[in-house]
């Protein structure tokens, strides 16, 4: 299995980055795992590295209610950025608003990204499924 | 006559040029008698026709002087001679004298001098006519005139004769008479013509006047002049040519007025037809008969009849006539009829006669005797009448007769028979017994007033009076007594009648209306009913008519009308209470309903009024159907629905309110989930960990994080219920509350807090400003507030806080604004009042405060509104309801 070259972690929630940062760590996918506590970091930085012309993480791992920016207003931004190469993007929220999984569909259509969404707690076997370069 | 002169002439000329005596046989053979004299009388030449013509065969005359020859010429001619030798040019006359044989002899002669070549008279030469045959003409019709003078002062003939020599018509006096002319007149042809009415009559006489002369016929012709004073007159007009050797000298005529005769004539003929039309185009059979019945005439009514001839019947006896039907029977009958007729009886009955198709029919039959100058009978006038249309007028007579009985006594209506002057009742028909119970036993006792009740009589003498003035009364209302002294309602009407003995009667008809008036009593009280019904129905209820003017309201109509009396509003249209939109509108619905017959039901209108109160009904408007099928009008039903509509927009409203309330919980819930769950999610994920988990410190690190998922757990789940608190606590009372002193109680509570962070509250609201609120709600939502603008302040300067209040119809707005740092409203203003929704970097930021606030607000009926630019601060806009 190939390692995948970074990871993202979007989460306010510092139990949940460290209950996914863990998980990663036993399956040992990837040696470089960032996380941010909203959209608007994560998306910040995302820009400065595309401008330093380095690599977007393979995989990001994203919450949708957080402050000041959150889930949906990141996928906003990020599908705007200029990323040739496909990005999985799993969605992990605690959410069961039939509104957000709407949201999720509609986010599907409008970008060549694979967006993913799953609910949590999430399992370590489900984390090695969706932690896959796409 | 001029002919001859210039002829003389000539041989004058002639002589006078070659006078020698070779000529002399010339003049010997000249064809007109003619003879030269000299100066002394004396016979020069003489041709042989005037020896012939004067008898001188056996005389020698020349060389013979003229008075020798004719002895006894009158003086006159010597005279003439003489003036023509002293050159008269010409002279002519007529002479006459005793031939030899004694006969009288008429000549007409012509002298002109005679010249010689130096145009010296040397003599005279004379031509001469024998013009004896035409004076005995002339004489002979100066005879016959003399005679019919004679003869028309009598029989007024007037006579008349025309001299074509002299071109001279002369008219006696009679003929001037009839002319109507004075007798000095003198005629000419072409005027007498004239008098002859213009057209046929002048045209006849002209003609025939004309082939006298030419043609030698005579005439005698009826005709029609016009005398000079213009009267039209009748003629007998006759004339003759008078010819001598075939030469025509004149006419000769009579004239007679005929008028007279010409009318008579006229009259009797007229009279002729009138009697002739008259006996036979009479529609009655006419015969006339001798004493002993034999036919002498009959007319053609009669032969038409039985479709008979003349002779049929002429000559023949009148009972063997066609036309009775038994001849056997009648025959002696009739025999007898016309002997006694004959004997100066007028003789008449009724008898049936056959016609052509021998169908009977009656006839008014007479004989009546004709007498003479004598008194004696000379003939009998047969004179037959049909009678048929007359028999049958008696039939139908009598069945119109046995109708009017019937209807008399078998009508629902009484008649009474009174005499108007005494007032005794004379008849009366079983409905009047019937309604009063009199009988006819009682009427010979009854008078017309003893069926007027005492209360009304003073109204009988009223009709009394109008029945003598005008011969009728009524119909009018009255009632009547019956014998047991009851009154009923009764229509009476009557006329005046007057019999043969010239008593007034008088015939009344009374109608009993009892019912009628029972009816109309019902009906008055339905219509009451009705009234009191339409009045009393929680509806606006309107007949309007084709041109939508109302012709009925009801109570509540009228009301909204605004007005007191039905009167004010019948006629009035929708115009008169509209506005011009509201009445447009009304009037199309009604033309609508008016012309489809459709009606409208229910229909949800809205009216405005002319001082602009605005009505919601429910109305329908159903079409009046005439008995043609054409709408005569409709009736308007409308319910007053503004009530209800506004309760239908409140329930509204409240579906909104409660929607919007649902769509909050189910937010609220979704909230509630997520934070439990995120929690959760984390402690199953701890929990695994801390299983699988061997070294110590690392278990101890999830512990702590176990420990802090709890804490965080309970917090949410205070904050939950905080919310909670306030959506369940809805029946918290709202009182007034001064908010000075509120704003002054948190600034107290948060005095330490506020002079950390060197923060200044300006407080503009006045002091006695008052809201309705809930107490606890305003002590945290002013919290919330004051704190948030501290939190939020703008770290390069010191936080202002600025309090305003303002109020509008409903609300009392009151306004926070601060100089923080502001909000993007246009990325967050959807989320600013979401629960656990923090917007700044700042640590103790829980997303919790404005939630609250939000809740509190609206759980008051209030609500809040923010505006905010970022680096400028933010101002929150709280509306109190100061209602409810």
């Not at chain 2, 006849?204 to 039209?232: F, P």
């Amino acid at each position: 299995m190939t390692k995948i070259k970074s990871i993202a972690i979007i989460d306010d929630d510092p139990i949940t980055v460290f209950g996914i940062k863990r998980m990663l760590s036993t399956l040992n996918v990837s040696e470089n795992i960032n996380s941010y506590v909203n959209g608007k970091e994560a998306i910040d930085d995302f820009k400065s590295i595309i401008k330093n012309n380095e690599e977007i993480p393979e995989v990001i791992f994203l919450d949708i209610n957080m402050p000041i920016m959150d889930g949906w207003q990141f996928l906003e931004e990020f599908i705007t950025l200029p990323i040739a190469h496909k990005i999985r993007i799993n969605i992990l929220t605690s959410s069961i608003d039939p509104a957000d999984r709407e949201n999720w569909q509609y986010y599907m259509t409008r970008t060549h990204h694979i967006i993913d969404y799953k609910n949590k707690p999430i399992q370590k076997k489900e984390i090695e499924e969706i932690t896959k370069a796409a | 006559m001029e002919n001859r002169i210039t002829l003389v002439r000539n041989y004058g000329r002639m002589l006078r040029e070659t006078r020698t005596p070779s000529y002399d046989y010339l003049i010997k053979q000249l064809p007109i008698s003619t003879v030269f004299v000299d100066k002394k009388f004396k016979i020069i030449h003489a041709s042989d026709k005037w020896i012939t013509d004067f008898d001188f065969a056996k005389r020698a005359v020349l060389g013979k002087s003229l008075f020798e020859l004719f002895e006894d010429i009158s003086k006159s001619w010597k005279k003439d001679l003489n003036a023509v030798l002293k050159g008269k040019a010409r002279l002519t006359g007529i002479e006459n004298f005793y031939d030899t044989q004694k006969n009288e002899k008429w000549f007409e002669w012509v002298n002109v001098p005679w010249y010689d070549e130096k145009e010296n008279i040397i003599g005279v030469i004379i031509q001469t006519k024998d013009i004896s045959d035409t004076i005995f003409d002339d004489i002979k019709l100066e005879k016959l005139e003399i005679l019919l003078r004679d003869k028309s002062e009598i029989s007024k003939i007037g006579s008349w004769e025309y001299d074509a020599v002299q071109d001279k018509l002369s008219w006696c006096k009679i003929t001037k008479r009839i002319h109507e002319l004075p007798e000095d007149f003198e005629p000419d042809i072409e005027s007498s013509i004239n008098f002859y009415k213009e057209g046929y009559n002048r045209n006849t006489i002209a003609m025939a006047v004309d082939r006298a002369m030419t043609k030698g016929i005579a005439w005698n012709e009826t005709l029609q002049l016009i005398t000079a004073k213009g009267k039209e007159i009748s003629v007998l007009a006759a004339g003759k040519p008078v010819f001598k050797n075939e030469k025509f000298l004149g006419l000769i005529g009579t004239f007679k007025d005929i008028t007279d005769e010409v009318l008579n004539k006229a009259r009797t003929e007229e009279q002729e037809r009138i009697f002739s039309s008259i006996f036979n185009s009479s529609y009655q059979f006419t015969g006339i008969l001798d004493t002993e019945g034999t036919f002498l005439e009959v007319n053609d009514t009669a032969l038409q009849f039985s479709d008979l001839k003349q002779e049929d019947i002429i000559n023949k006896k009148f009972w063997d006539a066609y036309w009775w039907p038994i001849p056997d029977m009648v025959k002696e009958g009739l025999k007898q009829v016309v002997a006694a007729a004959a004997q100066g009886e007028f003789m008449r009955s009724e008898i049936v006669v056959l016609d052509k198709n021998k169908q009977p029919i009656p006839v008014d039959f007479s004989l009546k005797p004709i007498y003479n100058e004598d008194d004696k009978v000379v003939s009998l006038l047969a004179e037959g009448r049909m009678i048929k249309e007359m028999v049958e007028a008696r039939q139908k007579l009598k069945i119109s007769e046995r109708k009017f009985r019937s209807l008399y006594e078998l009508s629902p209506i009484a008649y009474i028979l009174s005499d108007f002057d005494t007032g005794e009742i004379l008849d009366f028909n079983s409905s009047f017994e019937t309604a009063t119970a009199y009988s006819k036993e009682d009427m010979a006792n009854l008078k017309f007033a003893d069926i007027i009740p005492d209360s009304s009589k003073h109204k009988l003498i009223n009709f009394l009076e109008e029945v003598d003035s005008k011969g009728t009364y009524g119909p009018f209302e009255h009632m009547f007594t019956k014998k047991n002294g009851t009154t009923y309602p009764v229509l009476i009407s009557g006329s005046l009648v007057g019999n043969k003995k010239g008593r007034k009667l008088l015939w009344s008809t009374a109608q009993d209306i009892s019912e009628v008036k029972k009816k109309e009593k019902q009906i008055r009280e339905e219509k009451k009913l009705l009234k009191t019904l339409i009045d009393n129905l929680p509806l606006n209820v309107y007949i309007k008519d084709l041109e939508s003017r109302k012709i009925l309201v009801n109570k509540s109509e009228l009301i909204y009308c605004g007005l007191k009396e039905e009167s004010e509003v019948i006629g009035k249209s929708d115009n008169d209470f509209y506005d011009e939109k509201s009445a447009l509108i009304s009037r199309e619905e009604d033309l609508d309903v008016i012309n489809s017959l459709n009606p409208i039901l229910g229909k949800e209108t809205i009216s405005v009024k002319k001082d602009g109160s605005l009505t919601k009904f429910l109305t329908s408007k159903i079409p009046l159907i005439g008995p043609d099928g054409k709408a005569n009008g409709l009736i308007g039903i409308s319910m007053d629905i503004s009530d209800l509509k506004q309760q239908e927009q409140e329930l509204r409203d409240l579906i909104n309110v409660t929607s919007i309330q649902n769509k909050q919980l189910i937010n609220f819930a979704h909230i509630v989930s997520h934070n439990l769950r995120s929690h959760t999610a984390n402690f199953s994920m701890l929990l695994e960990f801390l299983v699988e988990e061997k070294d110590a410190n690392e278990q101890e690190n999830i512990v702590r994080m176990l420990t802090e998922a709890s804490d965080n757990l309970l917090e949410t789940l205070d904050n939950l219920n905080e919310v909670v608190a306030i959506s369940t606590n809805v029946n918290l009372d709202k009182k007034p509350v001064n908010l000075n002193e509120k704003i002054a109680a948190a600034e107290q509570n948060l005095a330490a807090y506020l002079k950390k962070n060197n923060a200044k509250i300006i407080n503009n609201i006045p002091d006695d400003t008052s809201i309705n609120v809930i107490p606890a709600y305003i002590d945290s939502i002013l919290m919330n507030f004051i704190t948030n603008a501290v939190k939020y302040k703008d770290d390069s300067r010191d936080p202002v806080i600025k309090l305003t209040v303002s109020k509008n119809e409903k609300y009392t707005i009151f306004s926070i604004e601060d100089n923080g740092l502001g909000i993007d409203l246009n990325k967050y203003g959807e989320k600013l009042f979401g629960m656990y929704k923090t917007f700044h970097d700042n640590s103790d930021a829980r997303g919790i405060g404005l939630y609250i606030t939000k809740n509190q607000i609206e759980a008051m009926n209030g609500k809040i509104m923010a505006c905010s630019e970022v680096g400028k601060g933010t101002t929150f806009n709280i509306y109190f309801n100061d209602k409810n």
